[in-house]
């Protein structure tokens, strides 16, 4: 029995563990215990340790899969993190980091990286050499910038920038073929790169709370994104290419400064959402009722005076908000849908 039992050890040893493997291993909660089997440990969580710095001996767990430091006060990181060259997640949520040691390059096989709710005003180009990286979270955080090494990270599905203070991106974010969700919310972008069109794969994009006064006419390349978030920016205009966005399904505006839509949002035949509320808006063309599958239109708090016609073609209408507007008459086509 204990000869199979090792024998399973050196293979897992070996090897990277799939999730699901990892899972079934043991879970060491304190580096002391950790350190009395070192070969041993593929999970480490540490989470609530009161961590103000981790000793040198991190990097003795050369097997560690999957290292857990939530909520710590960890200011800075030992170049030894690095070591531990089988990472796959690392989680570093909630901490006090200022800075990321360029030895976090070495970490080739994470797949997941966890930074929300640290200090940091920036990456290391290092960054850029996580080939395998899936997943990184840097929501509220002190970023202002990126580096253009970011742009290596060709697995990159999901990154989460959020709640920082980042003024612009690098033209390289446009080489993340991977990318599926990119979240920019609260943020001081007051433009978007063109690059931002080549993002082929993308299917969320949030750019709500930013500065944006304009909006690149690349945004129409991006033929997968269901979900676009440019609520509270100080947009005057679309571009017409937003008719190209042939999956979208939700769109957000609200809270900038349209005066009018391009016609060419009629095109958005999957639309179910959009949300006007908070503009400047004289009128909306009469394209929108082409809008067969548009359940939600709020159109709350602008300028408008009359609806067109067309407006009784939209069939699938569930909600529409025309509250705080000067409309004289509500035509008798929206007598069944719920008006607020």
Do not use: W
């Amino acid at each position: 029995m204990v000869s199979v039992l090792s024998a399973h050890f050196v293979c897992y040893a070996q090897k990277l563990l799939t999730m699901e493997e990892l899972d079934q291993t043991h879970v060491y909660t304190s580096i002391e215990e950790a350190l009395e089997n070192p070969d041993k440990v593929f999970q480490l969580d540490l989470l609530t340790s009161d961590y103000s710095e981790l000793p040198p001996k991190i990097g003795e767990f050369k097997h560690l899969q999957r290292l857990f430091l939530y909520e710590n006060r960890l200011s800075k990181l030992p170049p030894e993190i690095g070591e531990l060259t089988n990472l796959q997640e690392l989680f570093l949520d909630e901490n006090q980091l200022k800075s990321l040691p360029p030895e976090i390059g070495n970490l080739k096989n994470l797949e997941v990286l966890g930074l929300h709710g640290n200090k940091l005003v920036s990456l290391p180009k290092e960054i850029g050499n996580l080939a395998n990286l899936k997943i990184l979270y840097l929501t509220e955080n002190n970023m202002t910038t990126l580096p253009k090494e970011i742009g290596n990270l060709k697995k990159l599905e999901s990154l989460d920038l959020a709640y920082n203070q980042i003024t612009k991106l690098p033209s390289s974010i446009g080489s993340l073929e991977s990318l599926i969700e990119l979240f920019l919310t609260a943020n001081k972008l007051s433009s978007l790169p063109k690059e931002i069109g080549k993002l082929s794969n993308l299917e969320e994009l949030y750019l709500d709370d930013n500065l944006l006064t304009k909006v690149p006419s690349e945004i129409g390349d991006l033929k997968k994104v269901k979900q676009l978030g440019l609520a509270n920016n100080r947009l005057t205009k679309l571009p017409s290419e937003i008719g190209l966005m042939e999956s979208l399904e939700s769109l957000y505006l609200s809270g900038n400064k349209l005066n009018k839509l391009n016609k060419k949002i009629g095109n958005l035949r999957n639309l179910k959402n959009l949300y006007l509320s908070d503009n400047f808006l004289l009128s909306v063309p009469k394209e929108i009722g082409n809008l067969a599958n548009l359940k939600e239109l709020n159109l709350y708090n602008n300028r408008l005076t009359m609806l067109p016609v067309e407006f009784s073609k939209l069939k699938s209408l569930q909600n529409i908000g025309l509250g705080k507007n000067n409309i004289k008459e509500i035509p008798s086509s929206l007598d069944n849908i719920n008006i607020y």
